[in-house]
């Protein structure tokens, strides 16, 4: 295992539609094994392929504290949501900056494994935060797009006190 550099702000990487993963082989491994090192390594709650520069439709996600709990999802659709919440939104390509994003409360996804393996998964909270925003990405959009507004510096300060 190994880090990866985060692709940051500006960099056109992240604006671009990922492709599907058609190998599931040894060098797909290792890119979900580095995501998931440079996930927990940053403290962030997941990352996609296009942030270490990949393009391709892969994502890991561990919202656990313990960091303990990787999720990691091979072509993921969004199948089923529905409720809303709405709260503050931040992006290991977005050091220091956070947004009011609206997401769905309920999030069901459909993935495959590393393996190649259909399943299903679902979360409600920041785990449906964390699959749209994620999900996101591998279509060339950050949360910046689609908040509601950007916190201001202040509100930033109020919130890290
Ligand atoms: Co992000």
Redesign the pocket.
């Known amino acids: 295992m190994a880090l990866r550099n985060i692709v940051k702000d500006g960099d056109p990487v992240l604006t671009k539609r990922c492709r599907p993963v058609e190998k599931f082989d040894k060098k797909l491994h290792t890119l979900l094994d580095d995501m998931a090192e440079t996930m927990h390594h940053a403290n962030g709650v997941?990352l996609?392929a296009p942030?270490v520069g990949i393009l391709r439709r892969a994502v890991v996600i561990d919202i656990s504290p313990e960091q303990d709990s990787v999720l990691e999802l091979v072509n993921p659709k969004i199948i089923a949501y529905s409720g809303e919440q709405e709260g503050n939104e931040g992006?290991?390509?977005f050091p220091g900056q956070w947004g009011i994003v609206k997401r769905p409360n309920y999030v069901k996804v459909k993935a495959q494994d590393r393996f190649g393996e259909e399943f299903t998964v679902e979360g409600t909270e920041l785990l449906a935060r964390a699959f749209c925003?994620?999900l996101d990405?591998l279509n060339g959009v950050?949360?910046k797009e689609v908040c509601e507004r950007m916190l201001t510096r202040s509100e930033i300060e109020d919130m890290t006190r």
């Open positions: 997941g996609a942030q992006c290991l390509s925003h994620e990405h950050v949360f």
